[in-house]
């Protein structure tokens, strides 16, 4: 196989694994939400939804087997191979592939499957990096960001008059909360020696963390971006939150979207953050 086939497989694998790390978290929440929340006829819907994710997560496992198997055999590692086999098949044959979803204990428990997979992809060099660009791709988050620009809709929609970030983030954490179980306000904030950094909305089947601010003078804008520069070097390095979105959300138009896309890029803000500016 020439390197750009083999560049084409590793990428492929890359991204369908990240893409059922998020399906994964997005299932285990969505379970135990049913478990231990009350859940009434209304929300027969609730479960066909997750049962729509689950056969998902199982139809990409069946493809990321195939190319793994594929990858291996180019290696020309066949005792590997039939390692790598007499390990994932049998999560198929048994139906095991979803059976930690079914009971109730270790909710965030590593997906077998996922385990497995990154185990053995772990002995090449390819598998061995922060994949960043695989983990901004994810479906979930283009969810997210149409959500997130949408923040003035669901505000005017709400028939809401906010006057503060506190106020602009909760209306969008329940719509957040609606697509994705696992959106929650942050319980304790990410500690450095400096100090504490909380954002205002955690996704952790996305790796994502959102802050919203609010300005109505230039004056103000320009010191929220300022402050959120100065967060990146103390949200870096998070084991658990890789990309971060700051919503600007602005009375009245203060910029322009060009002029506030210009700043953004001369601030040099890193990948992971994307920035979003919104007018109420």
């Known amino acids: 196989m020439d390197n750009e086939s083999n560049l084409y497989i590793e990428s492929k694998i890359k991204k369908l694994l990240y893409e059922m790390e998020s399906i994964d978290r997005t299932i285990q929440k969505r ?162 020696a400096a100090g504490e950094y909380k954002p205002d909305i955690l996704l952790p089947s996305l790796n994502c963390a959102i802050e919203y601010k609010y300005a109505e003078t230039e004056a103000k804008l320009k010191a929220t971006i300022e402050g959120v520069l100065a967060d990146v070097k103390h949200y870096s390095h998070n084991p658990n939150y890789k990309i971060f979105f700051a919503v600007f959300y602005v009375k009245p138009d203060i910029w322009g979207i060009q002029k506030f896309k210009t700043v953004w890029q001369e601030n040099e803000f890193p990948d992971n953050w994307k920035g979003l500016y919104i007018v109420g």
């Open 31 to 192: 379970r135990e939400v049913s478990d231990y929340e009350d859940m009434d006829d209304d929300n027969h819907e609730f479960e066909i939804i997750t049962s729509e994710y689950e056969d998902d997560f199982q139809t990409i496992a069946q493809r990321v087997y195939k190319l793994i198997i594929n990858y291996i055999e180019t290696k020309g590692q066949l005792h590997y191979m039939a390692d790598f086999k007499a390990k994932l098949k049998p999560l198929f044959d048994d139906n095991a592939l979803l059976q930690q979803y079914k009971s109730n204990n270790d909710y965030f428990d590593e997906n077998l499957f996922l385990h497995e997979a990154w185990g053995f992809l772990s002995a090449y060099e390819a598998f061995s990096g922060d994949d960043l660009q695989y983990l901004l791709n994810r479906t979930g988050l283009f969810f997210l960001e149409n959500i997130l620009a949408n923040t003035a809709v669901i505000i005017h929609g709400q028939n809401l008059i906010v006057k503060s970030e506190s106020e602009v983030y909760k209306a969008v954490k329940m719509v957040c909360k609606a697509v994705f179980p696992d959106a929650s306000e942050p319980d304790t904030a990410f500690v450095k």
